[in-house]
């Protein structure tokens, strides 16, 4: 919940030519519902992708304040964030909810970024993977039938959202094994393979090429860092890896 419309299309435009060129990287913008229009108007015939940050399970009805997936395609949305921790920690939104919201968004061509994380006591108290795996066999695999190639997973932290902290590149490493290893038992290797899983949690300049230099980060999914365009755009550059070894 940051930028008003102005200062996301100013931000936007910076981001546009710092980014311009770019080539072995996707990049995606989720800004409030306010500014998408705008953002998607400033980004056309850009490289960058236009997300949103949330979506409600139903196409139309008598849901006050609800965004529904067929307002956000017309918008020009190609992705949507789903399960966010702060969704799901402040929001109390399940894993049921978070899977209704993952079937509208796939019956409607929007790509979704589903959040699974732990929060700190359930770190502490040892239970990263069982939590991760609960939230993936709750919030994913009841749609994971329907266009299962183009779900993308971000594991996020609870601990690690805007907190300053961050799981060491070797923690995000290790749970996203673990993800592709279930994603293996669950849907078998093509699906494993084929999944994207990125990380979240306190993303930054500085810490971005030592994440990236593991082998299960596919890429991250960017909170506080992506508010200023040259932070972003160093983050972006800092994630493209070398092609054929060149």
């Known amino acids: 919940m940051n930028k008003t419309v102005p200062e996301g299309v100013e931000l936007s435009q910076k981001l546009r030519i710092l980014c311009k060129g770019l080539r072995g990287i996707e990049i995606v913008v989720c800004p409030p519902f306010t500014a998408l229009q705008a953002i998607g108007q400033t980004l056309s015939?850009?490289?960058?992708?236009?997300?949103?940050?949330?979506?409600?399970?139903?196409?139309?009805?008598?849901?006050?304040?609800?965004?529904?997936?067929?307002?956000?395609k017309d918008i020009g949305c190609d992705y949507v964030i789903l399960g966010h921790s702060e969704r799901?920690?402040?929001?109390?939104?399940?894993?049921?909810?978070?899977?209704?919201?993952?079937?509208?968004?796939?019956?409607h061509g929007l790509i979704p970024i589903v959040c699974v994380g732990e929060t700190l006591t359930e770190r502490e108290e040892d239970r990263t993977f069982s939590v991760v795996e609960e939230q993936i066999r709750?919030?994913?695999?009841?749609?994971?039938?329907?266009?299962?190639?183009?779900?993308?997973?971000?594991y996020e932290p609870v601990w690690a959202i805007g907190t300053g902290k961050n799981a060491s590149p070797d923690q995000a490493n290790e749970v996203h094994?673990?993800?592709?290893?279930?994603?293996?038992?669950?849907?078998?290797?093509?699906?494993?393979?084929?999944?994207?899983?990125?990380?979240?949690?306190?993303?930054?300049?500085?810490?971005?090429?030592?994440?990236?230099?593991?082998?299960?980060?596919?890429?991250?999914?960017?909170?506080?860092?992506?508010?200023?365009?040259?932070?972003?755009?160093?983050?972006?550059?800092?994630s493209i890896r070398p092609l054929n070894g060149s």
Request: overall charge negative; cysteine-free.
């Open 88 to 107: 799901r920690q402040r929001f109390h939104e399940t894993n049921h909810e978070v899977s209704k919201k993952l079937s509208a968004a796939l019956s």
């Open 45 to 72: 015939g850009s490289s960058i992708r236009l997300g949103a940050q949330n979506l409600y399970g139903e196409d139309q009805g008598a849901f006050t304040g609800e965004v529904s997936p067929v307002m956000l």
């Open 138 to 154: 709750g919030s994913i695999r009841p749609a994971f039938s329907k266009q299962r190639e183009s779900i993308v997973i971000a």
């Open 177 to 238: 094994t673990f993800i592709r290893y279930l994603l293996h038992d669950l849907f078998g290797e093509g699906v494993s393979a084929s999944t994207r899983i990125l990380y979240g949690g306190s993303v930054n300049p500085g810490n971005i090429e030592a994440l990236m230099d593991q082998p299960e980060l596919d890429g991250t999914l960017v909170g506080g860092a992506s508010l200023d365009a040259e932070s972003f755009a160093q983050i972006v550059r800092s």
